[in-house]
T-cell receptor, first 114, second 115 residues
């Protein structure tokens, strides 16, 4: 089944403790991105990647890192999480980077930083 | 700046009545427009998209949307609501100024369907 898989689905952590949220897609998609969803704000892009070893900042990149060593994986890294990073996170992938292509979303990771 | 405005944060309808979810956008270019649906504890699923072909776009589950350039609107409609339509709906624009995917999300409209 074609899908985007995120892990974990739920995570509670403490301020400053490094964490990684994994994202994997099995559709051989070129383009991948991370979003955070906050009440009343919709989804905002954190980072995106147009292909292996090519990543760039989105609209809200502060406090996050990403890597794209393989086409299928695009982990999101929080080196020193803070409470304002408590949010619902979505990974998405698209076949190409073109503006008309559909984005496929993972099921989300709900992160709480205390 | 490119933006999307969803005019209602919540819409309540009765089962079997029409649904209208309103969306206005601003873009200086030729945008692509999408509607996504998010059911509780699920990821986002594409309902339909407009990409400069027909202005009336049909999507899944009986939804459709009409692109009106003069009104900068892309409202989502369905003739008859089902209980399973209860979800959050996002209007999304790709402004077109970058030539690649750069999605701008509206703040969402929660659709409530009562029996």
């Amino acid at each position: 089944e074609a899908q985007v898989t995120q892990n974990p689905r739920y995570l509670i952590t403490v301020t400053g403790k490094k964490l990684t949220v994994t994202c994997s897609q099995n559709m051989n998609h070129e383009y991948m991105s991370w979003y955070r969803q906050d009440p009343g704000l919709g989804l905002r892009q954190i980072y995106y990647s147009m292909n292996v070893e090519v990543t760039d900042k989105g609209d809200v990149p502060e406090g996050y890192k990403v890597s794209r060593k393989e086409k299928r994986n695009f982990p999101l890294i929080l080196e020193s999480p803070s409470p304002n990073q408590t949010s619902l996170y979505f990974c998405a992938s698209s076949l190409r980077r073109g503006m008309n292509t559909e984005a496929f979303f993972g099921q989300g990771t709900r992160l709480t930083v205390v | 700046a490119q933006s999307v405005t969803q005019l209602d944060s919540h819409v309540s309808v009765s089962e079997g009545t029409p649904v209208l979810l309103r969306c206005n956008y601003s873009s200086s270019y030729s945008p692509s427009l999408f509607w996504y649906v998010q059911h509780p504890n699920k990821g986002l699923q594409l309902l339909l998209k407009y990409t400069s072909a027909a202005t009336l776009v049909k999507g899944i589950n009986g939804f459709e949307a009409e692109f009106k350039k003069s009104e900068t609107s892309f409202h989502l409609t369905k003739p008859s609501a089902h209980m399973s339509d209860a979800a959050e709906y996002f209007c999304v624009v790709n402004p077109g100024n970058t030539g690649f995917q750069k999605l701008v999300f509206g703040t969402g409209t929660r659709l409530l369907v009562s029996p």
